[in-house]
Nanobody, 122 residues
Framework: QVQLVESGGGLVQAGGSLRLSCAAS????????RGWFRQAPGKEREFVAA????????YYADSVKGRFTISRDNAMNTVYLQMNSLKPEDTAVYSC???????????????WGQGTQVTVSS
């Protein structure tokens, strides 16, 4: 059974940092694009960041560019999201995903985790 499991979420003050991890099991995702999305209460899910299978290309939403960094360790089948200078508007459930195509759109992703809550207090 394929699983993507996120960890590292929590409560942090504005200006703080968190590092999210997404560990995959059940298959190898070394040839897959990995992405992070988030959904705030009452809002639609939105793209945060994506990284190509070789880590040679990365995409970021404008709202997180310069503050968040996506990385991956194919040997560990894991993708990370380092989040710095967090703002209250970053509060959301963060979910990781895996897909065949490097894309900012969630239909391109075939596998999804359950999500981890990130809450940023002002």
């Amino acid at each position: 059974q394929v699983q993507l499991v996120e960890s590292g979420g929590g409560l942090v003050q504005a200006g703080g940092s968190l590092r999210l991890s997404c560990a995959a099991s059940g298959r190898t995702f070394s040839s897959y694009t990995r992405g992070w999305f988030r959904q705030a209460p009452g809002k639609e899910r939105e793209f945060v960041a994506a990284i190509s299978w070789s880590a040679g290309r990365t995409y970021y939403a404008d709202s997180v560019k310069g503050r968040f960094t996506i990385s991956r360790d194919n040997a560990m089948n894991t993708v990370y999201l380092q989040m710095n200078s967090l703002k209250p508007e970053d509060t959301a459930v963060y979910s990781c995903a895996a897909g065949r195509i490097l894309s900012t759109g969630d239909p391109a992703y075939d596998y999804w985790g359950q999500g981890t809550q990130v809450t940023v207090s002002s």
